[in-house]
């Protein structure tokens, strides 16, 4: 049977880990095939030491990537592919999918990835068009954007996790000591209820911490935002009244605040923080630990305050797994456990499951493949949490049920 190439893997030797037992039977078989073939071989002597040499520092070893092998089509080579991808979204995940993208460019030189991080409203409003071949959202689609979409089923593929951070500016204040704040506190905030940074209710999340008689001005996104899409889930989850007053969680929030500044992209809302003493917006976490903004500690469901880190993330990411939905469209706000960081989501690909063109659909199907295994390793330096194993068996069987103009793409060997 003709196959698609195996994709370079960092150490092909490395033990496979078991599948879990919730794992779909084409998962599965996945899990079980084999780095194979004269072809496979050829491709890493000629790029894996380069490759190797380049992200040896960032990356620990892992198991190879899953082969997806053609059923009903012609393989393609994708070494003597020209091909490039046109997709837009989430700023979210922007860091991680640059890398992702460009790693992936220097194992399939000619297979490239053109991403526009305008936000994730905009993000699906292209794809739903049909401008983009794929988009990316940190909000899943809803029920009605699915149908209305132009090219059929939609498949959402996570790629990470991230969580939002509550990000201020507070001159004077020490920053050694990160500001606790509350889901309830937070919506009181941005519901404009609380309007200054002495309020009792700050003050008693941070006893002891000199806050100042000085108003707090709100910052959020002037643009469609998954960002703010997490943001308010949390938010409304919380606190029925912000939910009352704000409406159901949505790319774009009419926020009560009455002080209140907007700004484009998360690097916007940071920009907009730091030039505006008395601050509060909320960002990806990626984003604040790269500029070094202050951000505070959120208490969790179980009345913890958490920093957001990979440990957290992951941890809420795991307690929501019982009530994770078979399409993967879930929310991971406010989960519960001691560990488990209240304001974090996963980070989806949107991709429709038939797919007009039989070169592009191997070559997305291949690079699919390693960012949900191999591209993992990439995560955790920029401050994003890998996908849990039992998503990444689920996320496989995804990919396996791609279709070219209606006739089945794949089936593992």
Do not use: C
Not at 148 to 175: Q, W
Not at 232 to 255: I, M, N, Q, R
Not at 280 to 294: C, D
Not at 316 to 341: C, F, H, K, M, Q
């Amino acid at each position: 049977m003709s196959t698609l190439q195996d994709i370079p893997q960092i150490d092909p030797a490395s033990p496979q880990p078991a599948a879990p037992a919730s794992m779909p039977p084409s998962a599965r078989r996945i899990r079980r095939a084999r780095p194979y073939g004269i072809l496979a071989a050829l491709v890493l002597a000629g790029v894996a030491v380069a490759f190797y040499d380049a992200i040896r520092p960032h990356l620990s070893t892992s198991a190879a990537a899953a082969r997806v092998t053609p059923s009903s089509l012609p393989a393609v080579d994708l070494g003597q592919v020209q091909t490039t991808f046109r997709a837009s979204g989430a700023t979210f995940p922007h860091p991680l999918y640059a890398q992702l993208f460009a790693e992936y460019n220097r194992l399939r030189p000619g297979v490239k990835i053109e991403y526009a991080a305008i936000g994730s409203g905009a993000g699906i409003a292209q794809f739903a068009s049909g401008q983009t071949d794929f988009g990316a959202t940190d909000a899943p689609m809803t029920d009605d954007q699915m149908r209305a979409a132009r090219g059929g089923e939609v498949l959402h593929v996570p790629l990470t996790l991230g969580a939002v951070v509550p990000v201020y500016r507070l001159p004077g204040l020490a920053t050694d000591r990160p500001l606790v704040f509350s889901g309830p506190v937070l919506a009181d905030v941005f519901r404009g209820t609380i309007t200054r940074w002495d309020d009792p209710a700050l003050a008693a999340l941070n006893p002891g911490v000199p806050l100042p008689a000085a108003p707090i001005t709100v910052v959020h996104r002037a643009d469609g935002s998954g960002t703010t899409y997490v943001f308010a889930d949390y938010l409304a989850k919380v606190s029925p009244d912000f939910a009352a007053a704000a409406g159901p969680a949505a790319t774009t929030v009419d926020w009560p605040a009455p002080r209140k500044a907007a700004a484009h992209g998360n690097d916007g809302v940071l920009a907009a923080v730091a030039k505006t003493p008395g601050a509060l917006g909320y960002v990806e976490l990626t984003h604040a630990m790269r500029t070094g903004a202050a951000f505070g500690s959120v208490v969790n469901a179980a009345g913890r305050p958490v920093q957001a880190t990979l440990a957290s993330v992951s941890a809420a990411a795991a307690a929501a797994a019982p009530t994770r939905p078979e399409d993967l469209r879930a929310s991971i706000t406010n989960a519960p456990g001691d560990d488990a960081y209240p304001i974090a989501a996963f980070s989806y690909l949107l991709i429709y499951r038939d797919q007009p063109d039989r070169t592009k659909a191997h070559a997305l199907a291949d690079f699919l493949t390693w960012a949900v295994t191999d591209g993992q390793k990439l995560a955790p330096t920029l401050h994003y949490a890998p996908l849990p194993s039992d998503v990444t068996a689920l996320t496989q069987g995804i990919i396996q049920h791609l279709r070219v103009n209606g006739r089945h793409f794949a089936s593992a060997e």
